[in-house]
């Protein structure tokens, strides 16, 4: 019998972590679960996602390049920081509320091994192997931001071409592309609580 290949064997591990997040029945289950599938990301992996996406905000034009950079590091990044902070402070143990809506959470778990297999990196050029498990970091930090935080996908502010922005509104979330992923089965605003914006939609 041959050995699987590393491709194999990455494949396996994503359909792993998405079984294993999707156990999760409270936000502090799911928050600890994500937390524990970071620990295996190093220096060297969060290089190299930090490359991808300074690579993707490269291709973007300027001026809108800088005006959402910020947002877009912090989309990543910040939760990424925030997570780890959650779990050093035990703050997961106190998390017994429910996840919000369980059926687009197991939706969003599914998706979860497809959206890293279908990645089309074929226009990236990128001078370094961006794994499934680099492409996996966006699904876990997401994961947290929306479904334990409650949050919008995208960071509220962050802009979009047209000058439109995502928004709070009376505790609500409003975005301007919210419907616009609907083709897109493996985009987080599929599973984002924010709401369309109908006044500022493009």
């Excluded at 998405?18 to 970071?38: C, D, F, P, V, Y």
């Excluded at 991808?52 to 939760?79: M, N």
Aim: glycine share 6%; aromatic share 12%.
């Amino acid at each position: 019998m041959s050995q699987k290949s590393v491709q194999e064997k990455e494949e396996d591990s994503i359909f792993s972590i998405s079984q294993r997040i999707a156990r999760a029945k409270t936000k502090g289950e799911l928050g600890s679960i994500l937390a524990a599938e970071l620990a295996d990301y190093n220096n060297t992996d969060l290089q190299v996602i930090g490359g991808w996406l300074y690579a993707e905000i490269c291709r973007l034009p300027s001026p809108y390049r800088e005006q959402v950079s910020p947002y877009l590091k912090d989309w990543l990044f910040g939760a990424y920081h925030k997570l780890l902070l959650y779990q050093r402070t035990a703050r997961f143990s106190t998390m017994s509320e429910s996840i919000r809506d369980r059926e687009t959470f197991l939706a969003f778990c599914r998706m979860l091994p497809e959206g890293c297999l279908q990645r089309d990196e074929s226009t990236q050029k990128l001078p370094f192997r961006y794994t499934l498990k680099h492409r996996c970091f966006y699904y876990i930090v997401s994961a947290f931001t929306i479904f334990v935080l409650d949050n919008p996908g995208h960071p509220v502010g962050m802009p979009f071409p047209g000058g439109f922005k995502v928004e709070e509104r009376d505790g609500r979330f409003l975005c301007p592309i919210r419907d616009h992923e609907k083709d897109l089965p493996f985009s987080i605003c599929n599973f984002c609580p924010a709401i369309q914006n109908e006044e500022n939609k493009l």
